[in-house]
């Protein structure tokens, strides 16, 4: 109803009469109602806009609305086009504010808390989505984190068929209160950016646990590619209704772990249940924490069912709550038959559950846990701190040897889910897209572990996928930096051992043949039963290495030693690298060089002997291998403690090579 009495009406003047039409037909009007003045969410109270560039600003508006944006005393003018869109450009400007960015047009907008200074985009899968609160030293490094001059942006998960007109997010001040759940690596790296330049910093977080590289690329990257067929069905399928179908194929699916269960349908969780497989006699043996993949079974995905059993020498008037570790993806935990806590689809979660008076009992008792498995690695891993049941000042350690028996890994494949995996440009379409054009000085990339089954493909898309972003922004050669994927599962004792992390690892390597791009290795900071290292600090500091070197042109040791030339001398091979600083150095004051592995011309490698040979050469052999044709470094999923090292402590990146 409109706000006029019906008295008022009489009076009204010609010229309010003609206003009030007007407003009339405004308001009736469907593309005006949808049209007026809306930025996206990348602008927002407390943003960082770049320093040095061009800045664009972008928004929705009536068709043929008058623009005007202004910050910091300069005004820029444009037109909204007649969809309704519109962008305009502030020219570069310094570090700087706190400014206030005004857009007028067919209504005004105000950002204030704006500061002008270096942004990033931070993206890949869950390694960068992993967040401060769950990393090494997390109640520290949150209490500390007060950094009014770094912003944080996370994109919220969107997947989409077609590019999306906006996503969901907004900026926040870095504080104690902020900082807990965002990535981790790149707080750690933008953190170690301000103290070097001494300017506010952006961080715009888009990641996605689990995420494969083909979702993270347009629709352009794949014209020449054979994925493009794919795109284009992709692209001319209905999201909402996909959605709804998907959603019914997977329940159906998942309820398929409980209806072939064996340890359902014969209640292994009971103690004294009357059959053979409830006799834990008749179960077999892991080392907890591990993800099963790492404890002979590579290739399971279902369920087992996990059995502990220990003594209490008397019950405690205090609560009980029992500590697991991360279970991957999820659990249903009895003790002594009841079932105490579970937790679903939470494969990087610890587990706490209070246990209910009476469920105890002096002398022996009984711990079972069902863990299902629905992709990738499973079981009950993490750190052996993180299993036991506590009451009070008493502690029940719950690591090292428990039973287990497989309840089902008869599970047909998944279908295919509307997810973030479902096919090439979901996710960039919707988390990456709607970034676009955005000013930023460069991208920080942590991704690789969900293509490890194909490596040589990865070595095809990574650079694919860099040249694609590029294109999208149209900023240049902007810098990419990227994190090489961290050694993970047992380590590896034979050297002949085929490793896909290896072969990803190399791909990484290689795609440092593309202009202005640069590598963290991690390969020495890793954790062999953890896809998930908790030490990124210093994953962050050295993607900061790598852009002091290669962004700002700082004159420092930012790689770590790279295979340069090979030389065989009879038996015996040099090996000579670049990137080692004053000099190659070996940690732990050792002698002999752990890591590296020669061959003949029939490929078969043995673990060398291996030293120093000068400033910057390695020289390589074993008696066994008289004619070397083959050498490698480090080529293994966990190829164990290293040594080699350049004057910055950076370790050496992993190779294979032939020799000439």
């Known amino acids: 109803m409109f706000p006029f009495s019906r008295h008022s009406t009489k009076s009204m003047s010609l010229l309010t009469l003609t206003s009030f039409v007007a407003c009339f037909l405004f308001l009736m009007n469907p593309l005006a109602r949808a049209q007026q003045l809306k930025m996206p969410a990348i602008f927002s109270d407390h943003m960082v806009v770049q320093r040095e560039l061009p800045v664009p600003v972008w928004g929705w508006d009536v068709p043929g609305q008058e623009i005007t944006v202004g910050m910091n005393g300069v005004e820029v003018n444009g037109r909204a086009d007649d969809r309704g869109q519109w962008q305009v450009k502030l020219p570069a400007q310094e570090a700087g504010g706190p400014y206030e960015i005004m857009i007028k047009g067919s209504s005004t ?76 690596v790149a707080y750690y790296f933008g953190r170690d950016l301000r103290d070097e330049l001494k300017v506010p910093i952006g961080l715009i977080n888009t990641t996605w646990g689990g995420s494969m590289i083909e979702p993270w690329m347009s629709a352009e990257a794949f014209e020449n590619d054979k994925l493009k ?89 205090e609560a009980y709550t029992l500590h697991l570790g991360p279970i991957d993806d999820s659990d249903r935990t009895y003790i002594n038959g009841h079932l105490i806590g579970e937790t679903k689809n939470r494969w990087d979660a610890k587990r706490e559950y209070e246990v209910p008076a009476g469920y105890l009992r002096k002398g022996r008792n009984t711990l079972v846990v069902r863990v299902e498995d629905t992709g ?13 049941l506590a009451s009070g000042k008493t502690r029940e350690e719950l690591t090292g040897g428990w039973t287990y028996r497989i309840g089902t890994d008869r599970i047909p494949p998944r279908p295919p889910v509307v997810g973030h995996n479902y096919g090439p440009t979901v996710l960039y379409n919707g988390m990456v897209d709607p970034l676009v054009p955005y000013a930023f000085r460069g991208a920080i990339w942590y991704q690789g572990e969900s293509n490890t089954s194909q490596p040589e493909r990865y070595a095809e898309l990574f650079p694919m996928m860099i040249r694609n972003w590029r294109s999208q922004w149209g900023q ?40 202005n791009t640069g590598m963290a290795v991690a390969i020495d900071i890793g954790e062999a039963d953890d896809i998930h290292p908790r030490n990124k600090q210093e994953v962050g500091r050295r993607l900061a290495l790598a852009a002091k070197k290669i962004a700002y042109g700082r004159d420092l040791i930012y790689s770590g030693p790279v295979l340069k030339t090979t030389v065989t001398d009879q038996n015996k091979v040099k090996i000579r690298f670049e990137h080692t600083g004053t000099g190659l150095m070996v940690k732990n004051g050792r002698e002999g060089l752990r890591g590296f592995a020669v061959a003949g011309k029939d490929g078969k490698y043995f673990k060398a002997e291996a030293r120093l040979n000068g400033k910057h050469e390695v020289i390589v052999w074993h008696p066994e291998v008289m004619s070397p044709r083959y050498v490698k470094y480090a080529w293994a999923n966990n190829p ?6 350049n004057s910055a402590g950076l370790p050496v990146i992993p190779f294979k090579t032939e020799l000439d």
């Open 640 to 645: 164990g403690e290293l040594d080699l090292v």
């Open 109 to 184: 907008l105000r950002y204030s808390d704006v500061m002008i200074g270096e942004v990033w985009i931070c993206s890949g899968q869950s390694n960068m989505e992993w967040s401060v609160a769950r990393s090494n030293n997390a109640g520290e490094e949150t209490a500390t984190a007060d950094h009014s001059d770094i912003r944080l942006f996370t994109v919220e998960h969107q997947i989409n068929f077609l590019p999306a007109k906006d996503l969901t997010g907004v900026w926040e001040v870095c504080s104690p209160e902020t900082i807990g759940p965002f990535s981790a």
């Open 229 to 317: 067929d794919r795109v284009e069905e992709i692209q001319g399928l209905d999201y909402e209704e996909m959605k709804l179908r998907s959603e019914k194929d997977l329940e159906e699916w998942l309820a398929l772990f409980e209806n072939s269960d064996k340890g359902l349908k014969e209640r292994w969780m009971e103690e004294n249940a009357n059959t053979e497989a409830s006799n834990t006699e008749a179960w077999n043996t892991m080392d907890i924490p591990v993800l099963w993949e790492s404890a002979g079974h590579p290739d399971l995905d279902g369920v087992v069912w996990f059995r502990r059993s220990f003594d209490l020498d008397k019950i405690n008037e």
């Open 476 to 515: 240049g050669d902007f810098p990419f930096l990227f994190v090489q994927l961290a050694n993970f599962m047992q380590e590896v004792e034979d050297p002949n051992k085929e490793s896909n992390w290896a072969e990803l690892r190399g791909a990484q390597t290689k795609t440092l043949s593309v202009k």
């Open 376 to 388: 990738g690695g499973g079981g009950m891993y993490g750190n052996a701190t993180d299993y036991y």
